[in-house]
């Protein structure tokens, strides 16, 4: 056998160098994406939000001191062991009840009956959490209490260490007062800690006129708030190095918490258990299938490379050897007798890359891991586990098997002579029969990729997985579009023959005829799965690039989107938005959840479409005509309100009353707020103090004069009797406001007209019943359905036919709609459901119809590319706000370890490819030189000189390479159109939104292809520059073998 394998020693030294290379590759791929799911785990633990990686717990304080401490005690004694294994540590807080602040209160908004409510709590070990930016923390017994208030409340509040705050038991009536000690912030605001706390960034829980947190000593708390006062634990679970399992069960323990602590605490019916680690563990587990799923094309591709590389090696080997077979069959050698020594050959071969390519790949990814590349966060072992030992032997046993297989096929010995006289023209994968098989299967695995959207479906215990056929789908085309193209090389080669034949060119003629008539199936084949499998990665990693970008300007909906944390924007938001460096663009944004007829929920967002411009990122295929066309759909029907022009000043002065069943218990008494709206429909509401007689000021016009839109009355009432408003003496500045007729009454129960007689406004509407009865009275107007335009998802949920109108509940109001137009899917929302509304327009038929104004939520912001980051910074230092940036998404997901393995696995696939078919041809130039010099021998012998027969070869070489290169160019390029965006999947195995869009590497996929080109014709143009010397040898042993 040594004797044997000694002559043939060029050809298993190469199939042994591709052992090695594709062992290297396969164990390589398989460690790498053990360290990117570990790396990912760990990123998506360290990015998760405070209610997924905490257990918060809470309920009544009970009735006094001891009621707390046992209760207190309780819950804590349900963490002592910790959750699922993992450290837990408890914090406990306690949150007074019904106090209202009854000083100075700064810029604080009241709710509808005119109260400011401040919260009083104890927050457990808050000196370790936070750090004081003036005064000192609370000294217990202090008299009056002691307090430490955050930030955000102090700057909303205008409160300083040394202030006095009073503070009223509304259900008492006890008034007391504290005494501001100091002013903190948060060390971490991202800390699980300040769910404790929610309101510590904006100084006001949202959605209410409750301010705080006022902190005070735990013993103060107790003495003197704990009445009807609520408690809350947080349980803080470290998971710093927990993996998918540690992580479920984490999970399973707080599940089992919530369902057992409120009964076994003594928190009863108004216990409650909130956690999010049951879907964090969920998200973990997806991720983790996403990134395996990643791995299976790259890992087929390398295979299947693989393994047709080798079998090229293995037939050039048997065609070597054929003359020596026959010879040992003649002589009584069996066909097993002869795949036994090539398969001992075999496992010679394969055994060192078996054995040398799990350290290489340990130690490739160790280094990698160590110095931070391709999404790796942290360093592997040195030395492989058993797992990568298995891949390793897998693989080794792969190659052995493509390089015995060949052997198999051989016949007698008239047979073999007959084969080198006249050899196959189709190898197996040509014939009719497997290339139908093979088409029918990849349309297979397309048609159910399309069906299921993605590799993953749903097994028989309803769980995800990988699903074999979805995933080999892109491979499958593959190799279906590579071997249709060679069904196209014969006639081509006959075609150019043809073309060639006319013209006394007589190198490139033999060059064409000898590429027809001679099985070339295996080399060009090789080229044109290499150049495919490269174009697929390549075109994968960028259009799953792309779709990361995609998605982060699709979630964010702008260049910077800035929300309010306290749900609603202070005065003078847009103006400091507006002067950040390089804000082109200010729109104010609302959206809402709504709840329709069939299960599940949409979101509603609204902006100011008309003045949106570039501002709302709308990819131009979600919308059919584009952003321009979504603008007019929604700014068409526009509503113009016949507002009242005020005369230009700074201070509106006059009169109001409210007469009727009016019930004064203190705190009810009768409000009004004028609505002014600028000219570009934004409203504004100005609270009139001051008793029968009010005297306010205006806010600074901003880009025109200011419009009085109407009126909001609210008054507490024990009846359903009629209540009366009148507004008379309207001036501004001394300069009396000229009332015309055109009011009405607008409320979300009833509407009628108002009048106005002798510059007086009345108004008359039915009182509510027992509680707060709050009503507008408006400009007349003619009431039009508001323009939506909808995702099909929320078409359907929401019953939307086009055109069609009906009433949607929005803002507290129902607001007539009609759908304009359906859009795949809405900037600024992840939600499948949603729709995109004008906000004018419904902020209009809000206020005009129902009486209510809302305010800005959140705004959404343009900055040129060259300011953007300067722009962000600038934002996010300005107090109460969350900003979203769309750089700073896409940047994250760009580094994402699930992200970044994914490409880099393709990248590895395709140089694999590009490397392994490099090899393939080197071996195969080589070897049908060496075995054509005979006959070539003879050319030269009736007259072809050896130049002519150099460029002859290099023809031949350039038809096929040209034709492999190409045909590989064509299939890559048409499998990635048809299943890149497919394939493309989230951390949360589901599709992106909005729909991956293909991106062709050209660069990448022609530079591949050219490589392979100029690699194979310049191999040709080797071997033909030392034709000369070669036929003169050969020459000499013309006939030494008959």
Not at 682 to 688: E, F
Not at 692 to 721: H, K, M, Q, W, Y
Request: proline residues 6%; positive net charge; aromatic residues 4%.
């Amino acid at each position: 056998m040594v004797r044997r394998a000694e002559a043939a020693r060029s050809l298993l030294a190469a199939a042994g160098a591709l052992a090695l290379i594709a062992t290297l590759l396969l164990t390589g791929l398989v460690a790498y994406s053990r360290q990117v799911v570990a790396a990912g785990v760990a990123g998506t633990v360290a990015a998760a939000a405070p209610g997924e990686s905490s257990v918060l717990a809470g309920g009544s304080a009970g009735t006094g001191a001891a009621d707390l401490d046992r209760r207190d005690a309780a819950v804590r004694a349900r963490f002592t062991a910790g959750l699922g294994g993992r450290p837990v540590g408890v914090y406990a807080a306690g949150y007074s009840a019904g106090r209202q602040l009854t000083g100075r209160t700064g810029d604080a908004v009241p709710d509808s009956g005119g109260v400011v409510y401040g919260s009083v709590v104890f927050l457990q070990d808050l000196p370790r959490h936070a750090t004081l930016s003036a005064g000192s923390w609370p000294r217990p017994g202090a008299r009056p209490v002691q307090t430490a208030v955050g930030e955000g409340a102090a700057r909303v509040l205008g409160l300083e260490p040394g202030d006095r705050v009073p503070v009223t038991d509304r259900l008492t009536g006890k008034a007391s007062a504290l005494v501001v000690s100091g002013i903190w912030r948060p060390v971490d605001d991202r800390d699980a800690y300040w769910r404790l706390a929610p309101d510590v960034s904006a100084g006001v829980a949202a959605g209410t006129a409750t301010y705080g947190p006022l902190v005070v000593d735990r013993a103060d708390f107790v003495r003197d708030f704990a009445r009807s006062a609520s408690a809350s634990w947080l349980a803080d679970v470290d998971l710093s190095g927990a993996g998918v399992a540690d992580l479920r069960r984490v999970a399973d323990a707080a599940d089992a918490q919530r369902r057992s602590l409120p009964g076994a605490t003594g928190l009863g019916t108004s216990g409650y258990v909130d956690s999010g680690l049951s879907g964090l563990a969920d998200q973990l587990s997806r991720a983790d299938l996403v990134g395996r799923s990643a791995l299976v094309t790259p890992v087929l591709l390398v295979s299947v490379l693989s393994g047709l590389a080798l079998v090229l090696v293995a037939v050039l080997l048997t065609e070597h050897r054929r003359a020596e077979s026959a010879l040992l069959r003649a002589r009584g050698a069996t066909a097993w007798q002869l795949a036994g020594l090539s398969a001992a050959e075999a496992v010679a071969v394969a055994l060192p890359a078996a054995l040398l390519a799990p350290p290489l790949a340990a130690a490739a990814v160790h280094l990698a891991g160590e110095r931070g590349w391709f999404g790796l966060g942290q360093p592997g072992s040195w030395w492989p586990g058993p797992g990568l030992w298995l891949v390793a032997l897998a693989a080794a046993a792969g190659c052995a098997i493509a390089i015995t297989a060949p052997v198999l096929r051989g016949g007698t010995y008239v047979e073999d002579l007959m084969a080198r006289s006249r050899p196959n023209r189709r190898a197996v994968v040509q014939r009719a029969g497997a290339d139908l098989l093979l088409v029918a299967v990849a349309v297979l695995g397309w048609l159910q990729l399309r069906q299921y959207s993605s590799p993953l479906a749903a097994g028989v215990s309803g769980g995800l997985g990988i699903d074999p056929l979805l995933a080999a789908a892109p491979t499958l085309g593959i190799l279906a579009g590579a071997t249709l193209a060679l069904r196209l090389l014969m006639p081509a080669a006959r075609a150019a023959e043809r073309v060639l034949g006319g013209r006394r060119r007589f190198a490139a003629l033999f060059g064409m005829w000898q590429a027809g008539r001679r099985p070339h199936a295996g080399p060009v084949l090789l080229l044109a799965l290499a150049v495919a499998a490269g174009t697929v990665g390549w075109c994968l990693a960028a259009t799953a690039q792309r779709s990361q970008i995609d998605q982060a300007g699709h979630d964010v909906g702008a260049d910077l989107r800035v929300v309010e944390q306290s749900g609603a924007a202070p005065a003078g938001r847009a103006e400091a938005l507006a002067a950040l460096p390089g804000v082109t663009r200010v729109l104010p944004g609302w959206r809402e959840g709504i709840t329709g007829a069939e299960q599940g929920s949409a979101d509603l967002i609204a902006v100011d479409a008309a003045a949106a411009g570039d501002a709302v990122r709308v990819r131009s295929d979600l919308y059919d005509g584009g952003p321009r066309a979504l603008a007019t759909a929604l700014t068409g029907a526009r509503t113009t309100a016949p507002v009242l022009a005020l005369p230009a000043g700074r201070r509106l002065t006059g009169r109001f009353s409210i007469t009727g069943a009016l019930a004064f218990d203190g705190d009810g008494a009768p409000t009004l707020t004028a609505v002014l709206t600028d000219p570009a429909g934004t409203l504004t509401r100005v609270p009139l103090i001051g008793g029968g007689t009010f005297s306010a000021e205006l806010p600074a016009p901003d880009g025109g004069p200011l419009r009085l839109a109407g009126f909001i009355a609210g008054v507490d009432t024990f009846s359903f009797d009629p209540l009366q408003l009148t507004v008379s003496r309207l001036a501004v500045d001394g300069r009396p406001v000229t009332l015309d007729d055109r009011w009405s009454v607008a409320s979300r129960q009833q509407a009628a007209p108002a009048k106005v007689q002798g510059g007086t406004l009345t108004a008359e509407v039915d009182g509510y019943g027992a509680g707060r009865t709050q009503f507008a009275v408006v400009r007349t107007v003619q009431g039009r359905p508001v323009p939506v335009v909808a995702t099909p998802a929320a078409r359907d949920q929401l019953h939307l036919s086009p055109g069609g109108q009906t009433k949607l509940h929005l803002g507290g109001g129902d607001v007539p709609v009609r759908l304009t137009g359906t859009i795949a899917a809405v900037p600024g929302s992840a939600n499948a459901a949603a729709l995109l509304v004008d906000l004018p327009s419904l902020r209009s038929a809000l206020f005009y119809q129902a009486g209510l104004v809302h305010d800005t939520q959140e705004w959404w912001l343009a900055v040129p590319a060259d300011r953007h980051d300067e722009a962000a910074a600038g934002a996010r230092r300005l107090p109460g706000l969350t900003v979203l940036d769309r750089r700073s998404i896409a940047a994250a997901s760009a580094t994402d370890a699930y992200g970044v393995g994914g490409r880099t696995a393709l990248f590895v696939a395709a140089i694999g490819a590009l490397i392994l078919a490099a090899a393939g041809i080197l071996v195969d130039v080589r070897t049908t030189a060496r075995r054509r010099i005979g006959e070539l021998a003879v050319l030269h012998t009736l007259g072809a000189g050896p130049r002519l027969l150099a460029r002859s070869l290099m023809t031949e070489q350039a038809f096929l390479a040209g034709t492999g290169v190409l045909a590989g160019l064509a299939v890559g390029v048409g499998v990635a159109a048809t299943m890149a965006p497919l394939v493309v999947l989230t951390p949360q195995a589901t599709r992106p939104v909005p729909e991956p869009l293909l991106v062709v590497d050209w660069w990448r996929a022609g530079g591949t292809a050219l490589l392979l080109f100029a690699l194979a014709v310049g191999l040709s143009a080797v071997t033909g520059s030392a034709l000369r010397r070669r036929l003169a040898t050969a020459r000499l042993h013309l006939g030494a073998d008959k």
